[in-house]
């Protein structure tokens, strides 16, 4: 089987952001005509701000809703309440969540703050409330430099599910000015898996920017490897990365 990624390149993060976004909100509202609920896995990072910022606006300006709308984060770093800055709990809700009127009972993030030995239930208790909703209709996607998605880092293989792993150090080096330090920037996160990610029924990844572009190339045009997640949605039936110029500038 030929295997090809398809993308798109925009000229701005915003014109992508305002096409997905678009896309977004057909999903929701051809499932709202039908009176039907849709499932999205969501990301954080500095990458889909654009993409989050057009949502609101659709529910502000064009009447959009979201209360037919369940949602699944990828991942959440260990170690951190709920109103700690850098937590994806409060990232999501400050950038997105409180600003649109999606049922707070329906929105699901993996516990960064549990004991060792209650993560694993934890883990697939959250696997398991994926299925129970139908899967996955769309994952939203950012890249790292280390070519993770979620936090799927080098190693990770396509059988991944729900799981604690280890940061990357690259990883930790690109967070640790927001915690004021690479060794303030916690060691461990639970992630949805790879596998997790593939059984999405679509899956539209955004990355921005010249310093994303050396990974881009190897997720679209590499081969496809556990060293670089994201090349495994090479397999994935509709998977479309949203790309700037730059961030496309090597392919
Ligand atoms: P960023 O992170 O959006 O902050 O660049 C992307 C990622 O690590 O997935």
């Known amino acids: 089987m030929e295997l090809a990624m398809n993308y798109e390149v925009f000229d701005t993060p915003q014109e992508a952001a305002k096409k997905l976004a678009a896309e977004v909100a057909q999903l929701i509202?051809?499932?709202?005509?039908?009176?039907?609920?849709?499932?999205?896995?969501?990301?954080?990072?500095?990458?889909?701000?654009?993409f989050y910022a057009e949502l609101i606006r659709l529910?502000?300006?064009?009447?959009?809703?979201?209360?037919?709308?369940?949602?699944?984060?990828?991942?959440?770093y260990t170690g951190l309440p709920h109103e700690h800055k850098e937590s994806y709990w409060y990232f999501m809700h400050h950038n997105l969540f409180d600003h649109i009127d999606i049922k707070p009972?329906?929105?699901?993030?993996?516990?960064?703050?549990l004991a060792p030995d209650e993560i694993p239930a934890h883990c697939a208790a959250y696997e398991a409330k994926i299925k129970a909703c139908g899967g996955?209709?769309?994952?939203?996607?950012?890249?790292?430099?280390?070519?993770?998605?979620?936090f799927n880092e080098p190693g990770s293989d396509d059988k991944t599910i729900t799981r604690q792993v280890t940061l990357d150090d690259l990883t930790k080096t690109d967070a640790a000015p927001a915690f004021g330090g690479f060794d303030n920037v916690p060691k461990t996160a639970i992630t949805m898996g790879v596998a997790t990610i593939m059984g999405a029924k679509k899956v539209r990844?955004?990355?921005?920017?010249?310093?994303?572009?050396?990974?881009?190339?190897?997720?679209?045009?590499g081969p496809v490897t556990a060293d670089v997640a994201?090349?495994?949605?090479?397999?994935?039936?509709?998977?479309?990365?949203f790309l700037d110029k730059p961030a496309a500038s090597e392919l």
């Open 29 to 50: 509202r051809s499932r709202a005509a039908e009176g039907k609920g849709v499932v999205f896995g969501l990301a954080t990072g500095a990458t889909p701000l654009p």
């Open 59 to 76: 529910h502000k300006e064009e009447g959009l809703s979201f209360a037919n709308v369940t949602s699944f984060n990828l991942d959440e």
């Open 105 to 113: 009972e329906n929105v699901n993030l993996p516990c960064g703050t």
């Open 136 to 150: 996955l209709d769309l994952q939203i996607l950012g890249i790292g430099r280390t070519g993770h998605i979620g």
């Open 205 to 221: 990844l955004m990355a921005w920017g010249e310093k994303k572009a050396s990974i881009v190339k190897k997720a679209i045009q």
């Open 230 to 241: 994201a090349s495994f949605l090479q397999k994935h039936p509709d998977a479309v990365f």
